[in-house]
């Protein structure tokens, strides 16, 4: 399949999740049971003075964990794993500040450019370089995605030691990831049509209902309705006739 295809399938996914309510919750349960409400490290060394040390010092790592700043590690961890199920992939980027160790993170449009085509070398997976020999990849290429455009442009290389890519594969000699929701992407879009063309159904049946009108040519009960209040003359409502039935 062509490389662009990798992007039609994470935007889809990335559409149900923000659209259909059963989808965003299996991500939700599942970055839930995975990762849980917050990550900490207990040190047990049998000395209470080092471990309140340690302690104090992890949880300081972990809330400083994200290199831009704005994530701590708990959340770097749940929106990994949900990137990951619907993606297909991500990965993360060890930053060594001096004092700290942060992460630097992708999506997984952002490995390789997903708006080209396959590429001619053998050996790049679309931004994945791999040995000839073993096949093992050697080299990461991420690129940068224009805010509310559809481009790419390259950022640079990483190393594999030095770059954590995260998927799940499910066959051989396969680089990249795939979403989950896969095979229900179309299934999904189908139900969603479904449901909106039955509630146009529904809106349109019920402007076409009849009204029931007395012997004056009034809606039956008068001109606020059954409940009696504005018959004819504004007094009390209209006598149903025989043949109209009751309301």
Not at 106 to 116: L, V
């Amino acid at each position: 399949k062509q490389a662009w295809e990798r992007i039609v399938l994470i935007r889809a996914a990335r559409q149900m999740e923000e659209d259909h309510g059963f989808f965003d919750g299996l991500l939700d349960d599942f970055e839930t049971y995975v990762i849980g409400d917050t990550l900490a490290y207990l040190p047990n060394t049998g000395n209470d003075e080092a471990d309140a040390v340690i302690r104090e010092y992890l949880e300081w790592q972990f809330s400083e964990a994200d290199y831009s700043g704005r994530l701590d590690l708990t959340k770097i961890a749940q929106v990994g794993v949900r990137s990951m199920k619907r993606d297909g992939e991500c990965a993360f980027v060890p930053v060594d500040v001096g004092d700290a160790i942060k992460l630097h993170y992708y999506s997984g449009d952002c490995i390789g450019n997903p708006m080209i085509a396959t590429p001619a070398d053998q050996n790049n997976f679309n931004g994945i370089i791999t040995d000839p020999r073993t096949g093992a990849p050697v080299e990461y290429q991420v690129f940068k995605r224009a805010p509310k455009m559809n481009a790419y442009t390259f950022d640079r290389s990483f190393r594999p030691d030095e770059f954590w890519h995260y998927y799940d594969p499910f066959r051989l000699q396969q680089y990249h990831g795939v979403s989950v929701f896969k095979n229900a992407i179309r299934d999904a879009f189908d139900v969603d049509e479904i449901l909106e063309f039955a509630k146009l159904n529904i809106k349109w049946r019920s402007s076409q209902l009849p009204t029931i009108h007395n012997d004056t040519g009034r809606p039956r009960g008068g001109q606020f309705g059954y409940f009696g209040f504005g018959g004819a003359g504004g007094g009390a409502a209209v006598t149903p006739t025989s043949s109209g039935g009751g309301p």
